[in-house]
């Protein structure tokens, strides 16, 4: 009889760790995959923010005019950020760059002041540069602005492309998680399968007998989602090793929703698995226990 119950036990403790690894596995790449959906969409708005609008001004606009300008313009809800360049700092540049200098041979600086503006990300788009540069031409001294319309286009649609591609592979990762995750369960709840029915012929209610099936499970989807949270960590730390620059878009923001999504995923998971495994062997009948 004690062997017998030893036995059991440890074939209890072996399906438990089985089901353990398995779903931290499998939280691993759910994990993987909303970790890339926060970064895609942090390295979206960091590449659609470096897009650069030049906004130049005319020669006769006056330091103080210039500084007025770029007060007026950083009140604006599209900006970002902004830099003023003067016509004798782009004079400096040009020198720099060419070995000479090119107001000796003109007889004055030919150059024009201007400023590189920087939009917010909702607005880097062309339908959107449109009406703001019209309404930048509305400023006095005001001459040519130009932004690299086809490059936005670009990358707006291929922005596009990969957040369609992540997210039909989160729902594909998704459904089959469920499926791996749900077939594991099942196959803890499937050595019960008697004593289920046991319980039913005593009286227990359903809820009664599901639950200490679905508290395990639960019990199993933190461990093993803190497992995979841990497996996770350790990935971005050995990542940071080899680019430093990783947290700009991998920020803390999305490593946390990371965190909490795989927690969650573990709970919802395996308890709704063990309930409708569980659900499944209390409708059947006692004959039916022997042919599964």
Known sequence: MGK????????????????????????????????????????????????????????????????????????????????????????????????????EFIGENPYQPSVELHLKADYANNDSLKWIAKELHQYPKVGEITYPQDLIGKINQRLSQVSLVLLVLALLLTFVSFSLINNTVRLGIYARRFSIHTMKLVGASWAFIRRPFVRQAVGIGVLAALAADAVLAACVVGLSYDFPDVFTVLTWQVMTITGVSVILFGIIITALCASISVNKFLRMKAGELYKI
């Open 4 to 103: 017998n119950r030893n036995a059991t036990r440890s074939h209890s403790g072996l399906q438990v760790i089985t089901l353990c690894i398995s779903t931290c596995m499998v939280l691993v790449l759910l994990g993987i995959v909303v970790m890339s959906v926060g970064t895609a969409y942090n390295l979206s708005r960091s590449v659609r923010e470096n897009v650069v609008v030049t906004m130049m001004l005319q020669e006769d606009m006056t330091a103080p005019e210039a500084r007025q300008l770029c007060s007026d313009l950083r009140k604006r809800p599209y900006i970002s950020s902004l830099e003023y360049i003067s016509k004798e700092q782009v004079l400096k540049e040009q020198k720099e760059a060419l070995g000479t200098d090119p107001s």
